[in-house]
């Protein structure tokens, strides 16, 4: 872990340049323009973690594909993995925003929830 | 066909508009859209990011265009979809076309236009070399991979660091494909700093600034491609070249205001942002005709698309309720460092409580203030760490300050501080 960082915060648009140093008994915390900023400083010196969006193979419907994402962020390094399985898995016409596709992804506690409808054909 | 207010275009800003006129007290509104389903370009924009000003949370694209179809479901809004329009003409009827009604003639007391931009291509920027398959805009890869389920290739360079070329750059990594660089002309980034931190910082793909792509090879198929540094001048140096095999190009180098209708029906178009010239409510040159969304200045977050519907939608019903002030009472001038402001014309009696601004800067700025001035007298200022030419800067003006001022053109201006 390292222990100072300057980053650029990706909570929102703004993008604000963010310095965080591990102290004692905390974090020195610089540049942010919201509470959201120090909290994705602390989570990205500590456990960087991500909202992954993709798309699951929808069969029985307009498109080929439905776009899905995890419902909450999941850590960095097991982007990958969740792809994998992502990539593995099938549905069905009807799906509509919002519907669990696949439930507690690789244990990490994060559901992919779909972020479209689709009709049945 | 006969409606109070038709709208071109059912993506963020045709949705917008045709909710906020019909909230406005229009009874018959129409939305006419090209593809087979509402939602524009938001369909295919599955990252996450939308809505964050709007709505207060991050939204992917589809789930932002489907609250305001939702919205528009609850009222009795008309829509065609697969239907292109071919003409507004003299008496703003609209002119469409489609498979099932063949040609329609519409008749329309407010036209709103809201067909959105289209991405510059390959062709626009002349790049040499031969002409092989796998030459794409980033917006046809993003379509390909994430509605029709296809993937263009494996080997990847982009060129062009805009916000759509970024996403692109982290979309093809996660679906297995080799990203090996984003090329970049200038000296910056034209996307948001946020999309550069998660889009290739996060997966190690390397942005070559003030880089070019000088020759595509291949004959059948992309088979490479060769960059080279460029000057201050932008023109490549001698000796700089690299030769990058890939079998895929992205090009992601640019949007242009989709305004042949526009043009065609002699609306006035600023150079600048090749969009229509536009006052305070969203009205054009013509009068009944409104425009709003990325047909009248690129934007880059939906959530500002939004807001412009919502306004070209009110004064649609003001206009149809005969309830607008049409002419101009004060106009915006470009400054130092300013590339363009939206709107061009103000009419202070059409406005509630202030004129919300839109402009970008023409470079980056550090440590720099945006100042409006009248004659002598500065009447507001902005001022930022940085300002960059990818990110849109807004900047409001109350109604108050427009009753002060003395003159009308309101100029403003980059000052370092």
Redesign the interface.
């Known amino acids: 872990m390292n222990e100072a960082k300057t ?4 909570v ?2 703004i ?1 604000c ?1 963010i310095d965080i140093k591990k102290e004692n008994n905390g974090f020195m915390i610089n540049g942010n323009k919201c509470k959201r900023g120090e909290k994705y400083a602390i989570e990205e010196l500590t456990a960087p973690k ?6 699951v ?1 929808v069969n029985n419907s ?4 439905v ?1 899905v ?1 995890t419902s909450e962020p999941v850590p ?1 390094e097991k ?2 993995d969740i ?1 994998e399985v992502i990539s593995n898995t099938e549905v069905t016409a009807p799906v509509k ?1 919002g519907d669990i596709i696949v439930k507690d992804i690789l244990d990490t506690g994060v559901d992919i929830v779909a ?3 689709a009709k049945e054909i | 066909m006969k409606y109070d207010v038709v709208v071109i275009g059912g993506g963020p800003a045709g949705l917008a508009a045709a909710y906020e006129a019909y909230r406005n007290g229009v009874n018959k509104v129409l939305v006419i859209e090209r593809d087979k389903e509402l939602g524009g370009i938001l369909n295919q924009c599955i990252h996450n990011g939308f809505g964050i000003h709007h709505f207060g949370e991050e939204l992917t694209g589809p789930e932002y265009s489907q609250r305001f179809i939702d919205d528009i479901d609850k009222t009795n809004i008309e829509v065609i979809v697969d239907t292109m329009v071919l003409q507004i003409d003299e008496q703003n009827k609209v002119h469409a076309i489609n498979n099932e009604n063949g040609y329609m003639i519409i008749e329309a007391k407010a036209v709103i236009l809201a067909m959105g931009c289209r991405e510059r291509t390959r062709g626009a920027i002349n790049i040499p070399g031969s002409r092989p398959a796998g030459v794409f805009t980033a917006g046809t890869a993003q379509r390909f991979i994430n509605m029709e389920g296809y993937m263009p290739g494996k080997e990847v360079v982009i060129l062009g660091s805009g916000d759509i070329g970024l996403i692109m750059a982290r979309r093809m990594t996660l679906e297995g494909a080799d990203v090996k660089c984003v090329v970049e002309l200038m000296p910056y980034s034209n996307g948001l700093t946020r999309n550069i931190v998660q889009c290739l910082d996060d997966y190690g793909i390397p942005l070559k600034l003030s880089h070019t792509v000088v020759n595509i090879h291949g004959k059948d198929r992309v088979e490479g491609v060769t960059i080279a540094k460029v000057d201050k001048n932008l023109k490549p140096i001698k000796g700089t070249e690299e030769f990058i095999k890939c079998d895929t190009l992205l090009l992601s180098v640019g949007l242009i205001p989709e305004n042949e209708l526009t043009r065609a029906c002699g609306i006035k178009i600023d150079r600048r942002t090749n969009g229509p010239v536009v006052g305070e409510l969203r009205q054009t040159s013509k009068e009944g005709v409104f425009a709003c969304g990325n047909v009248v200045h690129v934007h880059d977050l939906v959530d500002y698309v939004t807001e412009e519907g919502y306004l070209s939608g009110k004064g649609a019903a003001l206009f149809v309720k005969d309830e607008m002030n049409t002419d101009i009472t004060h106009k915006t001038k470009n400054g130092y460092g300013i590339g363009y402001v939206v709107p061009q014309n103000i009419n202070i009696n059409n406005i509630e409580n202030e004129v919300r601004f839109y402009m970008r800067v023409k470079n980056v700025y550090k440590n720099h203030v945006i100042k409006a001035k009248v004659g002598d007298e500065v009447i507001a200022k902005k001022r930022e760490v940085k300002f960059t030419p990818g990110e849109m800067i807004g900047f409001s003006i109350k109604k108050e300050q427009f009753e002060k001022l003395v003159g009308n053109e309101i100029e403003f201006f980059v000052e370092g501080v």
């Open positions: 980053l650029t915060c990706i929102c648009p993008g340049t991500r909202i992954v969006t993709t798309t193979k307009v498109h080929p594909v776009s994402k960095k982007i990958f792809m925003i972020t479209r409808n």
